[in-house]
């Protein structure tokens, strides 16, 4: 699956009163995110996959190529790629400190807010009549992911959940969903990727896409409640 299409949750069309900001915003998220490897798409898609002119694109591009994020290259293999695609190896300071700048209270309701979208988004996925196109989106979303190395973890993890939103056809709760993700993933950027957890989180997806592909609703929450628990729970055993 090509990497644009991962990215629907988030860039999403932006309003014409607002382009560049929206744009500038919608791009930061990406990045921020982890949704690219490398650099961003060509602008030809990004352009259409938003809704704006490339010329918008190009000022919004400049904008975060001047604040540090974006390096912009011309020639047959230019394009706007990430100043820093290959994060540092976390470590526990950095977890503490990425809870210190939150505050424990805001930590709690960022928690409480995913889990609330996240299972709210499972059980709408899961009574919508999926199309088979769209089944097997979710199935090599699930692929992806359970398939990722140590590497690659985070960036698919997150291009799967934010997959279940979107393909509920709710932008609202697809930009919900990133908003909610986007405010833990400094944390979770902060916590190691380990085989076992990820093999661990491997289980629950596959029990989250199940109880959607069945039409289980129920199931379907009961799943991604267990899974996120567990996520809490490791940022908990990171910060004793």
């Not at 900001?21 to 030809?44: A, C, F, N």
């Not at 694109?57 to 820093?84: K, N, P, S, W």
Request: aromatic share 4%; with cysteine.
């Amino acid at each position: 699956m090509d990497e644009l299409s991962r990215l629907t949750a988030v860039l999403r069309p932006v309003r014409a009163g607002n382009a560049f900001e929206e744009t500038v915003e919608r791009l930061l998220q990406v990045i921020k995110l982890g949704l690219v490897s490398e650099k961003l798409p060509p602008e030809r898609e990004l352009a259409a996959q938003l809704g704006i002119s490339r010329v918008t694109l190009r000022e919004a591009i400049r904008e975060l190529q001047e604040a540090g994020y974006l390096e912009v290259r011309r020639g047959r293999y230019g394009g706007a790629f990430l100043t820093h695609n290959t994060p540092p190896q976390p470590h526990r300071d950095d977890l503490r400190r990425a809870v210190a700048d939150m505050g424990t209270d805001d930590l709690s309701d960022a928690l409480t807010f995913r889990m609330a979208v996240e299972c709210g988004a499972a059980q709408v996925l899961a009574t919508t009549p999926l199309t088979p196109e769209r089944r097997e989106t979710l199935r090599e979303r699930l692929r992806e992911v359970n398939s990722a190395g140590p590497e690659d973890y985070r960036r698919l993890d997150t291009a799967f959940h934010l997959a279940i939103a979107e393909l509920t056809g709710s932008a609202l709760l697809a930009g919900a969903c990133a908003d909610a993700r986007l405010r833990v993933t400094d944390l979770l950027n902060a916590i190691p990727v380990l085989q076992r957890n990820i093999e661990h989180a491997a289980l629950q997806h596959q029990a989250i896409v199940t109880a959607i592909l069945a039409g289980d609703p129920e199931a379907a929450r009961r799943a991604v409640a267990e899974h996120l628990e567990g996520t809490a729970a490791l940022l908990r055993g990171f910060l004793a």
